[in-house]
């Protein structure tokens, strides 16, 4: 029943621990997010008891004001005289029972702002050992990002997530870039969109992105050709492209093509992954199933517990990458290889 989904009791209010990274949430969420979500429930619960006491007065007076006007307007046209009194009397009448409608509806009209999007996330961040700092980052944070999904006039970022996963430095936001138009909107990516801090500073421009999705890196892909590589596998999955042929390769060593290839085979079943990797930082636009900047409704207590699940596998995903590139990070071979080439 859909009242038991929006008014749930206290005790069906429960998050169930599904993968390792949740664990020991469930008694954070029941000290921090569980009472706020219960305040949203008891706010509806109030406003639909609102709602019911207002309803018998509310069709007296809609009912009676709808009277008094029929009446007063039957007589004006009967007596020919548009301007006698019971004309202004049905008007009255009239703004009386709009006014009652407004009064009734203001009965369901409720904020539902307990719990906001930004408290909830920074619980699931901290779990990761990440912080977050922001409602809505500011898009300038991509103004000089090398990777960017093309085909987007506007884009959007969520809270963002900043930390260190063992020596690799972090920045990640949920990102929706859409297209407008004056009768239409539409989302042209959603994901994420995650920044890694190199141990080196590479002097090249290296592009990866899966082949059925090229189109995705439009003029960003100037300048550069298409690297060979060993790997047939990943290059039947995979476009890469650099305006340096021999730095992207040692870039891309036989382990780092075997990490990235692990890792979109668990984690990435959307399409669209794209790999940039430039001056500092490495950066992945990385599509998702889901919109999380704009899906939180947390008036509904089991719709907020599937948005916090979610963000669960998500950032899960993101940090099963940053920790497998941290473990390459600290590989000798493929650090000291990057240092001399790049030296």
Known sequence: MPSDLTNPSPEAIVFDETIPEEKGFAEIFDAQIKPRLLEDVEKRRQAKAETRRRLPRFL????????????????AVVLKDLTMPALTVAMIAAVVGVGSLFWFMMAGNVAYDSLPRLA????????????????????????KAFIQP?????????????GKRGTVELEA??????????????????????????????????????????????????GMQEVTLESTEFAKRFYVCSDDQIESRVILSPDVIEHISRWVTAFSGYGGLMIGISGENAELAIPTGENRLERWTPQVPTTAIKELHGYFLEIAGLMTFVD???ALVESEG??????????
């Open 324 to 326: 497998g590139f941290d």
């Open 150 to 162: 093309a085909g987007g006039t506007e884009v959007s970022l969520g809270p963002r997530l900043s």
């Open 120 to 143: 909830a996330v920074r619980t699931v961040a901290a779990q990761f050992g990440l912080a977050c700092d922001s409602e809505n980052a500011d898009a300038s944070l991509l103004a």
């Open 173 to 222: 936001w949920p990102i929706i870039r859409r297209t407008r138009t004056q009768k239409s909107s539409q989302i042209f990516f959603h994901g994420w969109y995650l920044r890694l801090h190199l141990p080196v500073t590479v002097k090249s421009r290296t592009a990866i992105v899966e082949r059925d999705a090229r189109y995705l890196l439009a003029g960003g892909a100037a």
């Open 60 to 75: 007296c007076l809609s009912l009676g004001s709808l009277a008094v006007f029929v009446t007063a307007f039957v007589v």
């Open 334 to 343: 493929w650090r000291s290889e990057l240092e001399r080439k790049t030296s």
